[in-house]
Every structure is written in C-alpha cells, then in structure tokens.
C-alpha cells in the first residue's frame, strides 16, 4: 500500500529548502566579506537582538536571523512530518534534520566564541551543505512523483549505478571541504584544484553512465543535465573567483566582483551537491539493486 501524498507538507519542505538556500547564500556574503567576528558573542549580537546594522554587523546578523528563521521553519517540519506520515523512516529523517540544525547552530556559535579556531568554521560550513541534501531529499520524498509506482529500470554494467552515483556524491562533499578549508584560510589552495578536476572526472564519469545505460528515462535524462550543466557553471565560476582573489589581492578590503563571484561559486557548490544527492535517490528509486531485482523478477514469473 502506498503511504498517503500530503500536498501541504510537500509544498512546505520545498519551501524550507528554498529558505536554506537563502540561509547558504547569507553565509557564504559573511565569510566573503570578512564579517565573521564583526559581532564577538553569541547567541546576541552586541548584548542586544537588534544591534547597530553597520559594516560588517549587517552580514553577521543578519546571517544569524535567517538561520534563527530556518530553525524555527525546520522545528514545524519536523513535527508537521511526524504527525502526517506513516513512513517511520521519513519521520526519523526530520529529526534527523531537526538535529542538524541545531547542530549547525552550536557550531556558528564556537565559531564565534573560539575566534575561528579549531576548524568550527569549516565544521560549520559542511554541516550546512549535509542539511541542504538533508531537506531537499524530504522534499522529493514527500512529492507525489516519490510515493507513486514508477517503471523500474534495469542497470547492466560495473560498477553499479548505485555505487557510482553514491561516490560521485562523496567526492563533490570531499570537494566541499576542501573549498571550506580553503575559504577560511585552513589549507592551502592546491587541495581545491585537485579536487576540482577530480570532481570534474566523477561528474562525467556518472553523466556518461546514466546517458548509456538510461537515455529512455525522462527523470534521470533531466537530473543528469541539471547535474552536468549546475558542475560546468560551478567549473567557470570557481575560475572566476581565483582570478578576482588574484586580482584583488591588495585591496584594502574584499571588492565586489570578488565578492560576488565567490559567493555564487559557493551557493552554485551546494546546488551541485545537492542535485548529486538527487541522483543517488533517483537512482535507488527507479533502478532495482541486485536482490531486488532478482525478486521483483521471481514474483514476476510467479504471477505468469
């Protein structure tokens, strides 16, 4: 029997993960722009909720706000999950989330109080990208697209779709930290490079096998253009930002070009993450793994 399509919470979760972009795009302006110890304590800016909105205060709090906001957004999620459906493991996944973001927040606030150190910043940063997937993936859960029966897919070849798609999602998050450690001046920027062109392979590498192996299938068709077409502008725009970093070297402040390609090389990164992620649970929704293929192919003949 299948679960129940509730349209309200589908349209709710979309929402939540739009608001979670916005939230990644608000980091990504406060870490551009040098503002991240603008405000010294937390979790008030100042002492205050409503401090002076000057120089770098402005991105700091208003960071804060927004992600106050998420919080509040995914609390409603969860609870709004918990009581509509009957999947456990869906109502298991919005605590998940729940938790996530509360993570997220402890960790914004030791990258305060700890001026940085430690590697809270680039905690902070991964863990809101594993909290993007987390909410987008509820998103497409919940859809009536997810609960209604879809033609089931054979995938002949090695390595398995799955594995494939669940490695090319794993190299894109290394590829995240390593943009993160770079960004809040951890590493060096070589590890990135590297990353990029490895991501690069991976990305062609699971584009190449959906095209062979499922050109017939509209939905996987459109997520793997998404993927190929989100990583090609990812690409460009990470050139962009090296060469406003370069050019900019010497200013006595971050510039504009600087800080606007950075941040949308930055929210285009979590965007590739995130389809990434889209691709994995396609891929384990339409395509039977092994046993399950073998069974679905038992009760077949058992039926003829």
């Not at 459109?222 to 090609?232: A, C, D, K, M, T």
């Not at 962009?240 to 800080?259: E, F, G, K, N, V």
Request: aromatic share 10%; charged share 10%.
């Amino acid at each position: 029997m299948s679960p129940r399509y509730h349209a309200g919470l589908h349209r709710y979760a979309i929402f939540v993960a739009v608001c979670t972009f916005l939230l990644l795009i608000a980091g990504a302006l406060v870490t551009s722009n040098d503002a991240a110890l603008s405000v010294p304590d937390w979790p008030l800016s100042y002492g205050t909720l409503t401090p002076p909105m000057v120089g770098g205060i402005v991105y700091e709090h208003s960071h804060r706000v927004i992600a106050a906001t998420v919080g509040l957004f995914t609390i409603i999620l969860a609870v709004w999950t918990w009581t509509a459906e009957e999947r456990r493991w869906l109502r298991w996944l919005s605590l998940a989330a729940l938790g996530a973001v509360i993570a997220q927040g402890i960790l914004g606030g030791l990258t305060v109080m700890l001026n940085l150190h430690y590697g809270m910043p680039v905690a902070h940063a991964c863990l809101a990208q594993i909290f993007f997937g987390t909410v987008v993936g509820i998103a497409l859960f919940t859809s009536r697209w997810w609960i209604t029966t879809q033609p089931q897919l054979t995938d002949i070849g090695s390595p398995s779709v799955h594995r494939l798609a669940l490695f090319n999602a794993g190299v894109i998050f290394v590829q995240v930290i390593f943009g993160a450690g770079f960004r809040h001046r951890d590493i060096p920027i070589w590890p990135h490079v590297v990353g990029a062109f490895a991501v690069t392979a991976t990305v062609t590498w699971t584009a190449i096998v959906l095209r062979r192996r499922f050109s017939a299938s509209r939905q996987i068709s459109r997520v793997r253009l998404l993927l190929h077409s989100i990583f090609g502008v990812q690409f460009v725009l990470g050139l962009a930002a090296w060469w406003s970093r370069l050019t900019t070297a010497d200013a006595p402040q971050p510039m504009l070009r600087m800080i606007v390609l950075t941040v949308t090389h930055t929210v285009a990164g979590a965007l590739t993450f995130a389809c990434a992620v889209a691709v994995v649970l396609l891929c384990y929704r339409l395509v039977p793994r092994g046993g399950e293929a073998v069974e679905a192919r038992r009760a077949e003949a058992a039926l003829s």
